[in-house]
């Protein structure tokens, strides 16, 4: 995710802590590639592990309730 987005916007979890949004969708996005596209570290951190496309796999995988 990109850096400029931190401090812009904060979700309350169950406990009342704060988080930045973008830490807990970069969050998601890294659980949904490992878990459930199997990936490795190592293939999470090449250059051509592509986010927005992620987010739209796994956008689309829950509205066809796969996930």
């Not at 949004?21 to 659980?31: A, F, I, M, N, P």
Request: a negative charge; glycine letters at 6%; aromatic letters at 12%.
């Amino acid at each position: 995710m990109n850096y400029d987005c931190i401090g812009k916007s904060y979700l309350k979890d169950e406990s009342g802590d704060s988080w930045h949004t973008c830490y807990y969708l970069s969050r998601v996005l890294v659980e949904y590639l490992l878990d459930r596209k199997g990936l490795t570290f190592e293939q999470l951190a090449q250059p051509a592990t592509d986010e927005a496309k992620t987010l739209k796999d796994l956008l689309r995988e829950y509205d066809a309730g796969e996930l």
